[in-house]
């Protein structure tokens, strides 16, 4: 009890020993710079949220108001009618979903065969692995197109959803994991007679959750926000993803804002909501691994 | 064991569906690239092999590759400086001892999980001349409305600015983690014998984070070179060709124009440009761990 006083007195007369008669100043300072950071970030997002909601003829109106005067969905709806809102999420939602399946299957077979066997080649296949982060798309954007088209993967949904699979930064973020499982427990499921598919599929895999949650959102994330895969592969419209349904309105001669804004708030509202629930997932795989697929 | 041995091949099995994707999407198209860089393509004709003709075309002739990599020098030593500066400062202020981190620290970083193209529309409703909110705060203030992204050299300005702000999260929350991993018992002695927050700050705090802050500098900087997304869906790399970066004219040049074998000559030079810096930091890192 007389520790604990005795804790928050040093705790206290050190803070304003070391800020002096600044104490103060320096942490209005600090609240300001932050509310300053939170406008600067938060408006351009707001005004498009709020623009979302009202008629055209308000949109449109000269010197606007930032909330809506008359609340209305109608955007929304009439936006869903007359472009095929359905069709791109669709398509996204097929991409994104596939994608990551196919993820999370080919890179945690990848980081098991590399965490948990010795085997000839082995740090070789790990550092050309790791190295490919070095060759991002940008850089092979025609080769690869040529390689599609050999496949015939051109302007399918497959072309955008096996090619970005094999992510390194999935391979490296499960390998680091499966490192710290033990081998014991794979040994003596080998004496009870397990075979190595099993091993895999009922006890790496199991003991690997954390770092396949943090897989799966990054992977949501990647696939949903994808722009140049997609853009290359494909040509026709029906296969569209959402991003590039909403890049066609490029220019400065949009009409239908009000169908555009619907659009994009829709559109950002599924990573909203992954940001909103999974952020610390996405907060961990970032400490470990950067951003990038 | 015997048993063992017979399944020597079970890790390459494991390996195979990952590495074929490898192969197949990544390694052979980086290969494919250095020798389609060597031949003259074209809507009507086979290709011909020309030597490094490509090259020498891109830096002695093609006014646009001129343009794309000047333009891209501009954006990246803006971008990469405020990139620097803002991070900087913003987990500075995460670091302090605040109430509602966990919220403030998500205000920064969500323009992070944002799409390009979703960044890109924000930004022009926000911009627009007519009815976007700036211009329309400003004319408050009795300024007139401004053509933020159709004069040249505001939209390369806002392409920067955009561009910081949809990445500078991504930055802050890893300087904010260097931040957290410096020990406090260090501030706590500096404190005891007198030192200011600012002299903590330029002897403690950038010595230790230094690391750090190099790593947040060749990343942004490696992110900078590759941009396009962003800026293809805010200006389109206009107006004229005023904010067209290297890998927009390598699109332009290959999907646009057909020309393969000049797009794969200036995907090199973007290539080299990437390896180097990636080599820089690796370098850098294994040199720290020496000392």
């Known amino acids: ?293 | 064991m015997p048993s063992r041995r017979r399944l020597f091949y079970i890790p390459y099995l494991f390996l195979a569906p990952n590495l074929l994707v490898f192969v197949l999407f990544i390694i052979i198209p980086a290969i494919y690239n250095f020798y389609l860089s060597l031949f003259k393509t074209s809507f009507d004709k086979p290709p011909e092999f020309v030597g490094l003709d490509n090259f020498i075309y891109l830096f002695q002739r093609d006014d646009f590759f001129w343009r794309a990599l000047s333009n891209l020098i501009v954006f990246v030593i803006g971008d990469v400086g405020l990139i620097l500066i803002l991070s900087l400062g913003i987990a500075l202020l995460l670091n302090e001892d605040i109430r509602w981190r966990g919220f403030f620290r998500s205000v920064f970083f969500y323009p992070v999980l944002l799409s390009p193209v979703v960044v890109a529309l924000i930004w022009r409703w926000f911009l627009n001349t007519q009815y976007g909110l700036l211009n329309n705060i400003l004319r408050a203030f009795e300024i007139p409305p401004q053509p933020w992204l159709l004069r040249p050299d505001l939209a390369m300005l806002w392409v920067i600015l955009v561009h910081v702000w949809a990445t500078v999260g991504f930055f802050a929350l890893i300087l904010l983690a260097g931040l957290q991993a410096i020990p406090p018992v260090l501030y706590e002695a500096a404190v005891v014998d007198g030192a200011t927050r600012w002299r903590s700050f330029w002897h403690i705090t950038l010595p230790l984070l230094a690391p750090t802050i190099f790593v947040v500098l060749i990343l942004s900087m490696i992110r900078a070179f590759e941009v396009f997304d962003h800026i293809y869906a805010l200006t389109g790399g206009g107006p004229g060709t005023a904010t067209m970066m290297i890998v927009q004219y390598i699109y332009r040049t290959g999907f646009e124009m057909n020309q393969f074998g000049l797009a794969a000559a200036a995907s090199l030079v973007l290539f080299i440009i990437i390896f180097s810096l990636t080599l820089l930091q690796y370098w850098l890192g294994r040199l720290r761990e020496a000392v």
């Open chain 1, 1 to 293: 009890m007389s520790m604990d006083i005795f804790e928050v007195k040093t705790e206290s007369a050190r803070r304003y020993a070391g800020r002096g008669g600044a104490f103060h100043l320096t942490t209005l300072l600090t609240y300001a710079a932050l509310l300053l950071g939170v406008v600067v970030m938060f408006l351009p997002v707001l005004w498009m949220v709020f623009s979302s909601f009202k008629s055209l003829e308000e949109i449109y109106r000269i010197p606007p108001a930032f909330f809506p005067e008359k609340w209305i969905i109608t955007n929304y709806t009439e936006a869903i009618e007359k472009f095929p809102f359905l069709r791109y999420l669709l398509n996204s939602v097929t991409v994104t979903v596939l994608a990551t399946l196919l993820t999370l299957t080919i890179n945690s077979m990848a980081a098991f065969a590399l965490s948990k066997y010795n085997f000839r080649g082995r740090d070789t296949i790990f550092l050309i692995i790791l190295g490919t982060l070095m060759v991002p798309l940008q850089v092979i954007m025609v080769p690869v197109y040529m390689v599609m088209a050999r496949l015939e993967l051109v302007n399918t949904l497959w072309g955008i959803i096996i090619p970005p699979s094999a992510t390194p930064t999935g391979v490296f973020l499960l390998r680091q994991y499966m490192l710290t499982i033990p081998d014991e427990l794979l040994e003596a499921a080998r004496i009870d007679g397990a075979g190595e598919w099993r091993i895999f599929l009922q006890i790496v895999l199991p003991l690997a959750r954390p770092a396949l949650a943090v897989l799966t959102v990054f992977s949501i994330m990647w696939r949903w926000n994808d722009f140049l895969w997609p853009l290359i592969v494909i040509n026709d419209p029906n296969l569209f993803t959402l991003q590039l349904g909403l890049a066609r309105f490029r220019g400065e001669l949009v009409t239908d804002w009000n169908y555009v804004l619907a659009m994009t708030v829709l559109t950002m509202l599924p990573i909203t909501l992954v940001f909103a629930f999974l952020q610390r997932y996405l907060v961990s795989g970032i400490a470990t691994t950067g951003l990038k697929g």
